[in-house]
């Protein structure tokens, strides 16, 4: 089987809260399902829904803990 691989910017930027739960929520099946998901964003309410969080500080990533 070959490996997949879903990379999303800032996926719910434009979205009110209910449509981000949305796709949050077919997203995490996505992960649980069928695929990797890498997520980069600045929203604060999609963490809940991640394995692993990361941070980026001045050119730096380091894990942030997560849900």
């Given at each position: 089987t070959s490996s997949r691989l879903f990379t999303l910017v800032e996926p719910t930027g434009d979205l009110d809260a209910t449509s981000t739960t949305m796709v949050m929520r077919l997203l995490r099946n996505v992960a649980d399902e069928t695929a990797a998901v890498l997520i980069v964003t600045?929203?604060?309410?999609?963490?809940?829904?991640?394995?692993?969080?990361y941070a980026m500080d001045a050119g730096r990533l380091t894990p942030a803990g997560g849900a």
């Open positions: 600045h929203d604060g309410d999609t963490l809940p829904y991640a394995d692993r969080v």
